[in-house]
């Protein structure tokens, strides 16, 4: 038994009914989990641990008075250790309220972009804990960025294995429209601010060619903040970014505060965001065998146009006095990046979520997100509908700005509202910004600001195939 469980029982069992009373009174028909009950299937309890076929490993914590669903946690980009749960608040509060948590560590051989193994060892995962534990009554997916796409995977796969999913800034536009876009910047801060230099920006040998792009990259955009016409470029390869335009600990620009939004922009560039493109470029490489991004045949004029940030980027390059055609003309007629063929292959196969759904799928997502931005659930939502599971899917957002900064009440509400849909077989309106809204507020825990939110278009540019795949 976790310690702190025994004593926070009662106290939770109390805030879960006062909760349920807070919703009843306010009209929403959100569901909380059943009360907890003495585990009739548990055959173990505590902290468990175990080792796959392929070397992965998983960690599994049951609560003594465990109430028969099991969640699967899908850890995000990093280190392939195990994990079961988003925060350690998180798994305080799951465990407190009787859920049984679990996850793997994939395969810990290969890229830390280990989508050739997750979907797979998170399968065996359930296998090894059910073993141990007894049957769950229930089995639900969870999972967070990398391990958003993960969770999507499973979802889409995992009818009779798993009974909903739960998705956190899920990287759910999959790996090459991560890279495309990001190519797009990089290309961008390369070509327009780095002219004359030869800069790498894909097919790396190692971490350290990587961070060397980074490093390179990021100077150039440290440099071009001192002058009007370096603000306007940095914007414009924000705009192929999808970078939000409101950073950590700032107010959030007005809506025609220009220069405001590029400034905040920067912020991010400034905190080292390029860092981790770069060395995630690298990892997914090692995953698909090769470079599975391109830019030639891309249209920049065309790829602005169609960018959220395209008002901001033309009133920075009038006020420059630079010429924004005769940019987006350069960057066009420059485009000569190919895909490696297999690569692109491989990518669609391991990293991508593209997509049908087997079973209920709940994604949650802030609103200004700068590692995996808010505009990929647009991209995600589109395939499902394409699939003709648009049904099963619902999206809802946290107005705040980071990368999976969700508060315990936020992903706590949003697994009840997921198990009201496993429970009834209807999403009646439990998943609308208003009811977790409530549902977060009532747990009393650490705040919540869901909000009414509708995500523009990811600015990608690309089908899901590359015109001109061979490599040069």
């Not at 961070?211 to 370096?230: E, M």
């Not at 891309?298 to 033309?314: F, K, M």
């Not at 009646?428 to 009393?444: E, I, K, N």
């Not at 825990?445 to 899901?464: M, N, Q």
Request: aromatic residues 6%.
């Amino acid at each position: 038994m976790p310690v702190g469980t025994r004593s926070r029982a009662p106290r939770t069992r109390l805030r879960i009914a006062l909760a349920a009373l807070a919703t009843l009174a306010s009209a929403a028909l959100t569901a909380l989990p059943a009360p907890a009950a003495e585990a009739d299937t548990a055959e173990v309890s505590g902290h468990l641990t175990g080792t796959l076929s392929d070397g992965a490993t998983w960690v599994a914590d049951v609560p003594e008075r465990w109430n028969g669903t099991l969640l699967l946690f899908s850890h995000g980009f990093g280190p392939t250790v195990a994990r079961n749960a988003p925060t350690d608040a998180v798994r305080t509060e799951l465990l407190a309220e009787g859920y049984a948590l679990a996850g793997s560590s994939y395969d810990p051989q290969g890229s830390m972009w280990a989508l050739n193994s997750a979907e797979r060892d998170q399968f065996a995962t359930i296998d090894a804990v059910t073993a141990k534990i007894g049957t769950p009554r229930r089995t639900l997916a969870m999972g967070n960025s990398m391990g958003g796409l993960v969770n999507a995977q499973l979802a889409r796969d995992g009818g009779g294995r798993i009974d909903g999913a739960l998705g956190q800034c899920g990287l759910v536009a999959g790996g090459t429209d991560l890279d495309n876009y990001q190519l797009d910047a990089e290309y961008t801060i390369a070509r327009l601010l780095l002219p004359e230099q030869d800069v790498r920006l894909v097919r790396f040998g190692s971490s350290a060619d990587a961070s060397a792009t980074a490093a390179l990259l990021t100077k150039a955009v440290t440099s071009a903040q001192s002058t009007p016409q370096g603000r306007a470029r940095i914007a414009l390869a924000a705009a192929f970014l999808n970078l939000p335009a409101w950073s950590p600990g700032k107010d959030r620009p007005a809506a025609t505060d220009w220069a405001g939004q590029e400034e905040q922009q920067y912020d991010w560039f400034a905190q080292g965001i390029l860092s981790f493109v770069e060395g995630g470029r690298y990892a997914v490489e090692q995953s698909v065998g090769g470079n599975n991004s391109w830019n030639r045949g891309v249209d920049y004029a065309r790829l602005l146009a169609g960018s959220a940030h395209a008002p901001q980027v033309h009133a920075l390059y009038q006020a420059a006095g630079l010429d924004l055609r005769a940019d987006l003309r350069v960057l066009t007629e420059g485009a000569a990046v190919t895909a490696d063929p297999a690569a692109v292959r491989t990518a669609r196969q391991t990293s991508s979520a593209g997509q049908g759904l087997e079973v209920p799928l709940l994604n949650i997502h802030t609103t200004a997100d700068n590692l995996v931005p808010v505009e990929q659930e647009s991209r995600f939502a589109a395939r499902v509908r394409a699939s003709g599971d648009g049904a099963l899917l619902r999206q809802a957002y946290v107005e705040r700005q980071g990368h999976c900064a969700f508060t315990t009440a936020e992903t706590v509400a949003a697994l009840h509202a997921l198990e009201h849909r496993v429970s009834t077989g209807h999403w009646d309106d439990v998943a609308t910004p208003a009811a977790l809204q409530r549902s977060a507020t009532a747990l009393g825990l650490d705040g919540a600001a869901y909000v009414p939110y509708r995500p523009a278009p990811l600015t990608v540019g690309r089908d899901d195939h590359p015109a001109h795949p061979t490599r040069r």
